[in-house]
């Protein structure tokens, strides 16, 4: 079975602090995804890789970065947490070049005070 | 701009009562649609992907439809058990993001 598994389940982080949400996957899925969903918005992209060290800014990157050192691993970093960055934080990966669906991890929740 | 449209946005079902989710969709040449069902606190987990206008695929009491515009989620005699949230995303041909819908919340009471 795929395997995609989020550091935290839940996290509570100080305004202003740098915050690591870290993601790996077991497939050897070239793509990796992080996505946060609030509701009545839905899972909105906020990066994604296709490749070791590549990225791309999804839909809402402001406020954000990622790193990708590795095949198995995709990193969200939060600068500078906010309080509107309070949300439920989805991982996700896939193959690249195949028309396959994503699995995602179980999700991180996290609330900044 | 892909966008894909869900409705309703919850539905309440007797145990056993059969019916239909909706997925609208606008997409520049569609690479593959998916389901995904999602509980209270956990990660989407796939159900489906479609690709082309006429398919069809069926899992349990689960059955996907696709056409140009939209995509149903059947969901025949359902039980409690089925009670989650099911969402629909789509893929254009040459990306690898994926956009997806709001939700459908459905209930099944028993």
């Known amino acids: 079975d795929v395997k995609v598994t989020q550091s935290s389940r839940y996290l509570v982080k100080r305004t202003g602090e740098k915050v690591f949400l870290e993601c790996v996957q077991d497939m050897d899925h070239e793509n990796m995804f992080w996505y946060r969903q609030d509701p009545g918005l839905g899972l909105r992209l906020i990066y994604f890789?296709?490749?070791?060290?590549?990225?791309e800014k999804g839909d809402i990157p402001e406020g954000y970065s990622v790193s990708r050192e590795k095949k198995e691993r995709f990193s969200l970093i939060l600068e500078s947490a906010s309080t509107n960055q309070t949300s439920m934080y989805l991982c996700?990966?896939?193959?690249?070049?195949?028309?396959?669906?994503?699995?995602f991890g179980q999700g991180t929740r996290l609330t900044v005070v | 701009e892909d966008q894909v449209t869900q409705s309703p946005e919850a539905l309440r079902l007797q145990e056993g009562e059969s019916s239909s989710l909706n997925c609208s969709y606008t997409v520049s040449g569609l690479r593959g649609l998916f389901w995904y069902r999602q509980d209270p606190g956990k990660g989407p987990e796939f159900l489906f992907t479609l690709y082309s206008a006429g398919e069809e695929k069926e899992k349990e009491r689960l059955k996907a439809t696709l056409t140009k515009k939209e995509s149903f989620l059947h969901i025949t005699a359902p039980k409690p058990e089925d009670s989650a949230t099911y969402l629909c995303?789509?893929?254009?041909?040459?990306?690898?993001?994926?956009?997806f819908g709001t939700g459908t919340k459905l209930q099944v009471i028993p």
């Open positions: 890789s296709y490749d070791v060290k590549m990225k």
């Open positions: 995303a789509v893929q254009a041909m040459g990306y690898q993001k994926v956009t």
């Open positions: 996700a990966s896939s193959f690249r070049n195949m028309n396959t669906e994503a699995f």
